[in-house]
Structures are given as structure tokens and as C-alpha cells.
């Protein structure tokens, strides 16, 4: 069992940067996958990013792609999420989660067995 907490999130101007970590306890962290999801108001969760195992790989949604980057740290059991050039259409809450089941990096939230509670980031025009 995989016990995920993000933290990181607060308000910025647009144009700024941010980096959400989340820390994993529990489990073998380097045997899972890490993806990123936010939810804006009103809106589905969607998925933002992933990353594999090793951290070799990443994978991103075409709208944060080359702002957005992911790495980990398998001795610590963090991972990361680099925001650059926040938008106001960034916002929203920012969950982590572990894939223990899949080889290739997921984009579909019911891949993903362990979430965390989310961090709120929110984005000022």
C-alpha cells in the first residue's frame, strides 16, 4: 500500500513557476509508475503527465507540453512536478498517483491505484 501527499500548490501570476513534489511512503516506489492529474472547478480530472519507473520516460498532455516537466527521485520516494509560464487556465487541483499495474505511462486516471489528496494551484491573470 502506497500512501501518497502532495504539497508545492499556491497561488501565482501568470508567467511564474512552481514545482509540486509528492512523497510516497509505503510500497517499492521505484516500482511504479507516477502520474500527474488536475481537476479545475466544474471540470473532469484530466490527466497532466507521467513518468516511468526509472524516470527515463515522461509523457505529457499536448496543452503543458515544454512547460511542464516530471522527474523523480526513487531513493527519496519523491516526485516532481516543474511548472513554467503558469496560465490562469493552469488552475486547479493537482493530484499525484502511483500505477502498479502497467509497463508503458498511462493517461487514463482508472490506470492509477494509489492517489494522493490533492494540492491547489492557482493561477492569476
Known amino acids: 500500500q502506497v500512501q501518497l501527499v502532495e504539497s508545492g500548490g499556491g497561488l501565482v501570476q501568470a508567467g511564474d513557476s512552481l514545482i509540486l513534489s509528492c512523497a510516497a511512503t509505503g510500497g517499492v516506489f521505484s516500482s511504479y509508475a507516477m502520474g500527474w492529474f488536475r481537476q479545475a472547478p466544474g471540470k473532469e480530472r484530466e490527466f497532466v503527465g507521467a513518468?516511468?519507473?526509472?524516470?527515463?520516460?515522461?509523457f505529457f498532455r499536448a496543452s503543458v507540453r515544454g512547460r511542464f516537466t516530471i522527474s523523480r527521485d526513487n531513493a527519496k520516494g519523491m516526485v516532481y512536478l516543474h511548472m513554467n509560464s503558469l496560465k490562469p487556465e493552469d488552475t486547479a487541483v493537482y493530484y499525484c498517483?502511483?500505477?502498479?499495474?502497467?509497463?508503458?505511462?498511462?493517461?487514463?486516471?482508472?490506470?492509477?491505484?494509489?492517489w494522493g489528496r490533492g494540492t491547489q494551484v492557482t493561477v492569476s491573470s
Open positions: 498517483a502511483a500505477d502498479a499495474r502497467n509497463w508503458g505511462l498511462q493517461v487514463g486516471a482508472q490506470e492509477y491505484d494509489y
Open positions: 513518468i516511468s519507473k526509472s524516470g527515463s520516460n515522461t
